[in-house]
């Protein structure tokens, strides 16, 4: 399993004093990027490849790219895109955001996406994933952010239609905490497809337990997955569709 919502504190451990070829990575988001320690758990898969990366998070529960690009909900996201040097900035709006809100789906993503270009970043948009009780929601978020990256010419992280393929072919599997939220193991999963997609590389030998350090310099475990799940989840990853990421890649 994985432990919920470790503090941003921890994640020093992958930072600050970093080699040339770090790569920079700011996810944007909710609760969808920060359940489960997404972001960290990304981390902790490159330092288990030796793929140095320093990662941070601007997220608030519930949260729209709108309410990002406004500071609410006591976000200071643009100040973060402008004040540090980023190579990545990972763009995921509210849940429903591309079905119930399409027209502040568009105009907000591309003020997101031209402000993360402005700033030297690159943006990557984070397609997420159908409710538990309506699967039927994928093919709309799935055309709103492939519309998105179409229109303004930015790559994105297949995430939903790759979960869509679990729910089909591993039924079994508890891919949510609730009905929206992923579960340890879908984390899990989020994380092989950020690191492939981030550094073009295969996740066989990504291990089902990861871990980092706290402000102590003691173990702290992200992940404990069962390793015929994580193999399930490495492989299907590794045999999806993931062309790599357009910008900057890191070098192990």
Do not use: C
């Amino acid at each position: 399993m994985l432990f919920p919502f470790i503090a941003i504190a921890f994640l020093p451990h992958w930072g600050y004093s970093q080699p040339k070829d770090t790569l920079d990575v700011l996810f944007v988001g909710n609760s969808f990027t920060f359940y489960w320690n997404l972001p960290q758990v990304v981390g902790a898969m490159a330092a288990t490849q030796g793929i140095p990366m320093r990662i941070r998070q601007s997220t608030a529960s519930g949260a729209t790219w709108e309410q990002h690009w406004k500071g609410e909900k006591g976000l200071s996201t643009q100040a973060m895109v402008k004040e540090s040097k980023w190579d990545v900035v990972v763009l995921q709006n509210h849940s429903t955001g591309a079905i119930d809100q399409p027209v502040q789906f568009d105009d907000f993503g591309k003020k997101w996406i031209a402000a993360v270009r402005a700033s030297g970043a690159e943006p990557l948009l984070f397609l997420t994933w159908a409710y538990h009780s309506n699967p039927l929601q994928q093919p709309a978020i799935t055309e709103g952010y492939t519309r998105l990256g179409a229109e303004t010419g930015t790559d994105m992280v297949p995430v939903g239609p790759i979960w869509s393929e679990v729910r089909r072919l591993r039924p079994d599997l508890d891919m949510y905490s609730d009905d929206k939220h992923p579960s340890p193991e879908a984390t899990f999963l989020i994380g092989l497809i950020f690191f492939k997609k981030l550094t073009g590389q295969k996740v066989a030998s990504i291990p089902n337990r990861l871990q980092t350090k706290d402000q102590y310099g003691e173990n702290l475990y992200l992940s404990i997955l069962a390793e015929e799940d994580a193999a399930f989840f490495r492989q299907l990853v590794d045999e999806s569709d993931l062309p790599p990421f357009k910008g900057k890649t890191p070098k192990n």
